[in-house]
């Protein structure tokens, strides 16, 4: 779990505490799996929602319901895209001032 959690702070620039939930799905022959009802409507996930896949360590593999963001911080609101990147406001405001 933890290692899980580091793997995902690394790559996204974030805390997270991951958890086993328990449930063991088996992949189908074409690598899909599903996601069970009751926890893609506690995470707010609908049909054709994109799904961010993240890899890592102790073949480790989370999946994330996908919010573009910045860049730099992460951040979800008040993002524009500069050169083809999303970057936030603060961000924006801070490369401006350098
Ligand atoms: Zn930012």
């Known amino acids: 779990m933890t290692s899980l959690g580091k793997l995902i702070k690394s790559l ?3 805390d997270v505490i991951m958890k086993s939930t328990g449930i063991v799905r088996k992949m189908d022959e074409l690598g899909r799996i ?9 995470m ?7 799904i961010e896949i993240l890899v890592g360590d102790d073949e ?6 996908y919010q573009p963001s910045c860049v730099f911080c992460d951040e979800t609101e ?3 895209y500069f050169k083809g990147k999303l970057v936030c406001g603060a961000c924006r405001r801070e490369m401006a001032a350098q």
Not at 34 to 42: A, D, F, H, Q
Not at 60 to 65: E, F, M, N, R, S
């Open 12 to 14: 996204k620039g974030y």
């Open 34 to 42: 599903v996601i069970p009802m009751e926890l893609r409507m506690t």
């Open 44 to 50: 707010g996930i609908e049909i054709k929602d994109p």
């Open 60 to 65: 480790c593999i989370a999946l994330k319901k």
């Open 78 to 80: 008040n993002t524009e």
